[in-house]
């Protein structure tokens, strides 16, 4: 794991394979996150039940903890995992995929079991990002064979996950994740583009008290309407950067060429 204001981390096998961000680092990083509402709801009923733990252990009723995040990119996926650890005040180990996948795929599962059994050792928000780069269903899977035992290994480490850790994961392709593996997930979260009402809220943020134009903020709702989070945040940044060179407060126009000039929708096409 790499090392993150200097932060001494607890030596632990699997440890080189992911990021480690402090609780403090994560508060930093979701200042302005803004969920849509039924992501905000599960959010707070999930940790709602941590907090209640005894009563669920009482009533012999497993506590959930594990979350699936799906939807395309720059709505917040990341950020959620981000934020859950902030809440929790725990730390955030952020997996690399690209050190967990090995050409021997032998490797690759037994990694696998490294950063699970790390995080079953001390407590933290488990992110896996990208998540369908490990769980692919078996059955649609001509890479390799020994994929099912990576899938296998996945599922055993799922089953097994009776810790203080939360484990998440997010995938831009659910539909390719692996049925056996999506089931084991006790709380699932769509992920979509902003409607207009939590664009204006996520615009708000990111305008922050900059001086602006009276209708600038209802403008760029309308104006950046299919954009993702992501998006809105380049475009009011460049908008702000135009509005500084002209000395000048924001406008809609700077929003608008700023809109022209990121090109967001080129983007969304080809990803989507
Ligand atoms: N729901 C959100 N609220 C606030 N900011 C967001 C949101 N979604 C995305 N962003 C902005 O876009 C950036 C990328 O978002 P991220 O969480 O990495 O998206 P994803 O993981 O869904 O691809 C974030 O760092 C943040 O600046
Ligand atoms: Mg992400």
């Known amino acids: 794991m790499s090392k ?11 440890s080189e394979m992911a990021t480690f961000y402090t609780p403090k680092d994560c508060a930093r990083k979701v200042k302005r996150i803004v969920f849509q509402p039924e992501n905000r709801r599960i959010i707070k009923e999930f940790l709602t039940i941590l907090e209640m733990k005894e009563k669920f252990i009482l009533h012999d009723v497993p506590i959930p903890n594990k979350i699936v995040m799906f939807g395309p990119p720059g709505t917040g996926k990341t950020l959620t995992a981000f934020y859950m650890a902030q809440q929790l005040d725990i730390p955030l180990v952020l997996v690399r995929l690209d050190t967990i996948i090995h050409s021997h795929l032998g490797e690759t599962a037994s990694n696998v079991r490294k950063i699970f059994e790390y995080a079953k050792a001390s407590p933290c928000v488990l992110f896996l990002d990208e998540f369908d780069a490990i769980a692919r269903t078996r059955e649609n899977n001509d890479e390799v064979k020994e994929m099912a035992r990576v899938v296998n290994t996945l599922l055993q480490c799922l089953d097994e996950f009776e810790c203080d850790s939360i484990f998440m994961a997010a995938t831009n392709l659910q539909e390719e994740l692996d049925h056996a593996v999506w089931r084991r997930f006790d709380t699932k979260m769509t992920y979509g583009m902003p409607d207009e009402a939590t664009r204006s809220e996520y615009i708000r943020l990111l305008i922050g008290d900059f001086e602006k134009e009276e209708q600038t903020l209802k403008q760029a709702s ?19 950067r135009k509005a500084i060179i002209e000395s ?25």
């Not at 309407?225 to 475009?235: L, P, R």
């Open 4 to 14: 993150n204001n200097n932060n001494r981390l607890p030596r632990a096998k699997g």
């Open 222 to 240: 309308m104006s950046l309407k299919d954009c993702s989070f992501a998006d809105m945040e380049q475009i009011v940044l460049k908008a702000k």
């Open 248 to 272: 000048s407060m924001l406008t809609s126009e700077h929003i608008r060429y700023s809109f022209e000039e990121y090109k967001p929708h080129l983007i969304a096409g080809v990803i989507s």
